[in-house]
Structures are given as C-alpha cells and as structure tokens.
C-alpha cells in the first residue's frame, strides 16, 4: 500500500520546513506522495514541485483558503489549481492584502493588553514567509508573556479571544468557484474545526457546500476521533463527496504533528490522490 499526505505547510506560510525540506522529509518517512497546502498562498509549489521531480515523489499543488463562517473556522482546500490562473492570482493577492492589514490590529490590541510585538520582530520569526497568527504565538512565547503557543491562542489569538481580528474576505462560495474555475478541486478541510459538535448541524453544513460545488471531505485528520472520522465519511457518502486525508504538518511549528502520521494513527492511502485526480478531471 502507497500512503500520501495531503495536507501540509511549508516556510510560504506558518511551516518550519522550506518546500525542498518537505518533500525530502516526505522521502525520509516513506510517503509517495504530499500536497503543499499553505495558507492563502501558492508560493511554496514550485520549489517543491522541482525537490518532488528529483526525488520521485508525487506533489500535488495546493493551497488552504480562509473563508467567512459564523461558528468556528472553515478552510477550504484547493488542489490542483493551476498556478498561473490569473483569477487565483488575483484572489489570493486580495486575501494577502487582507493579512497584512489585520497583523498591525492584532498588534495594536497586544499592546493595549499589555504584551507588546513589534512588526519587525514577527517578520523575523516568519523568515520572509507569509505572517499569520502561529507566528505572533510564537513571538509571544519567545518574550515570555506566555508558556506556550497555544495559550497565545488560548488567551490572546483565537476567535472571540481579546486580540483577535478577522482576515477572511472570501465566501465559502467564492472560494469554492476560483477554485473550480481554476482548474482545481474544492475539498473542506478539517470539518472538526466547524465547531458543529452535533452531527445534523455537519450535515446541514456540508449539504449547503455540496449544492454549492464542494467535492470532498478532508475525513481523515490528525485531530479527528475514529467516532468524527465515521460521522464525516457517512456524511461524504451521503453527498457524493471525495474523501480526502492529511495530518495537516507544520513542521516544528506544531512538533506534535508527524508528517504522514499525525499524531500517530494517521495513514492516508494514494487512493485519495486517484479521487482528486479523477474529480477534477485529469484521468
Ligand atoms: P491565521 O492563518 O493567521 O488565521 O492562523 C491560523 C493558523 O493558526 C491555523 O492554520 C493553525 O496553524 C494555527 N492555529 C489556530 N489555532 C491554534 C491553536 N489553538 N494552537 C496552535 N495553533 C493554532
Ligand atoms: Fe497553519
Ligand atoms: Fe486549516
Ligand atoms: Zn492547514
């Protein structure tokens, strides 16, 4: 059996890993083939792209969209979209442009609480990758005003917490039409991160993507129980979905995450790769 990840982040957004080291690192465990899936940019896939061509492992283009919902977070990946689509281009710039406006809100409300950051030091920490808030976590816990990186998110970034600012300008919608248009396939990522604990509520959800062009569901994840990956496969099956895996890698970022792996129980077969391929298309 062939195994692949399907979700991973690289130094082009909130990764420790340049692209060269993902898919060397890919190499090193085993994968046949990973998805450079980085946050609102495409900036990682060609370097990968190239380190995939020399060391025989597939690497399919990707990337993770923000998009607006009401309860937790939605992302919406997008994979095989071409690169040099004028209107992807177009689209993340505006959402780049939209990260950039909200890291100085961010930081002016850190300073009103009392735990300063400074531009320069988050533009060190994030090596001339795209900012986002993994990387005020981090400055935040190198100053010392919290132990770690998740009670920076626990007590300043996360959604409705006092430092907190909304960067998403795209719909579900939106996300999902560039995407196609694109050329790609529209898959949600990580449906735990709804934050819909009830299973009718993912239902309702997903049957809204699904008549709005979704084509699959990212069930197998790092975080999810056997008991929510079985929900959101009925769920796939019920809607015609593809089913999608990764462990959602950031390198050091996130040490507790192993590429391919997860968190241990993860194995995502290349038959997820067969599904997009077809989805969109190319077979
Ligand atoms: P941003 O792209 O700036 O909105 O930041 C979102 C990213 O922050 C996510 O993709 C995760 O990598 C990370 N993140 C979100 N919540 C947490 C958390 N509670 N602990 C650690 N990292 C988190
Ligand atoms: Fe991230
Ligand atoms: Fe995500
Ligand atoms: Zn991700």
Redesign the pocket.
Known sequence: MKYCDLHCHTTAS?GSDTPAELVRQAGAVGLSAIAVTD?DTLEGVGEAMTTGRELGIEVIPGVEL?VKFHVGNMHILGYLVDPDCEELQKTLAGVQKARAERNPVILERLKGLGVPVTMAELEAVAQGGQI???HI?RVLTEKGYVRS??QA??LYL?KGAPAYAP?SILTPEQAIGVIHRCGGVAVLAHPFSLGLSRPDDLDEVIADLAQKGLDGMECHYSEHSKEFTDVCLAIARKYGLIVTGGSDY?GRA?PYIKLGRGKGGLRVPCSCVDAIKRRAGRV
């Open positions: 909130d946050h923000s986002g808030r993994p976590a990186v998740s998110f626990e996360k960067k950031h996130k």
